[in-house]
């Protein structure tokens, strides 16, 4: 239980990571058995339909890249309020083995031996029952974490952390990597607010080749800047003649 309220969250600055790991890990044996699974419902282990999304970038600075993950077991009303149930007859037990075993049972006679031996097996059987369904929850959360890894340093994984491009082909314009270098190229060569599209396809093929129209599924720049709706587009005379131009769409 303790691995899994460790590790099924995690969320902060990339170069923090493996620090906020191992303090989570560090926090969790510190725990009792009940304050843990006090932390497993409603955080890892939730009912059907719960809204439990939280958003842990909100505060963080905007050039700081800031990583999160959470991994969740969603259960029926019903099968979230049974396993809530025999998780806590868990700590019970645990409790009661460890203070009360020996007042409960006279180890001084061989009766009483008996007893408590008929006792300990019981409570073995049902500690065991409780240990096979953690560890089944511990092992699939293992191979999401390899799952996900695995996607993360796959092409598309790359694609849509750093361009914003989901597997299935759609843009999250807002993180979108040609969005990026359209606003970099912004900064060097606008005039009076404005940029000239062309020569920002210019300076962005000189810096960043990588991020053409064609990669977002657009046919052309003038494209890219009306489908991501974040920029301004405009004709405007340039020595003498029109040409299209884009800024940054106000906030």
Not at 175 to 190: D, H, K, M, S, T
């Amino acid at each position: 239980m303790k691995a899994i309220v460790a590790h099924h969250d995690i969320s902060g600055p990339a170069h923090a990571l493996e620090s906020i790991r191992a303090a989570r890990v560090d926090d969790a044996f510190t725990k009792t058995l009940g304050t843990l699974m006090g932390r497993l419902f409603g955080s890892c282990v939730v009912t059907e339909g719960a809204d439990t999304a939280a958003d842990d970038t909100a505060s963080e600075p905007v050039d700081t890249i800031h990583f999160a993950m959470r991994m969740q077991l969603s259960l029926s009303a019903e099968d979230y309020a049974r396993t809530q149930s025999d998780l806590k007859e868990l700590v019970q037990l645990r409790n009661t083995l460890v203070h009360h075993f020996i007042d409960q049972h006279d180890l001084w006679s061989t009766d009483g031996c008996l007893t408590a031996r008929d006792a300990l097996v019981a409570a073995y059987e049902r500690i065991d029952k409780h240990f096979e369904q953690l560890r089944s929850w511990a092992d699939h959360m293992d191979q999401a974490r390899r799952l996900a890894a695995e996607f993360m340093q796959s092409d598309a994984g790359y694609d849509l952390m750093v361009n914003g491009i989901a597997p299935d082909g759609t843009v999250n314009w807002p993180a979108a990597g040609i969005v990026r270098v359209l606003r970099e190229a912004a900064n060097e060569l606008a005039v009076d607010g404005w940029t000239p599209v062309a020569a920002a396809g210019r300076w962005i093929m000189e810096r960043n080749p990588e991020q053409q129209p064609k990669k977002y599924g657009c046919a052309s720049w003038r494209q890219v800047l009306h489908e991501s709706r974040l920029f301004e587009l405009r004709c405007r005379d340039l020595d003498g003649q029109r040409a299209a131009c884009y800024r940054v769409r106000a906030e």
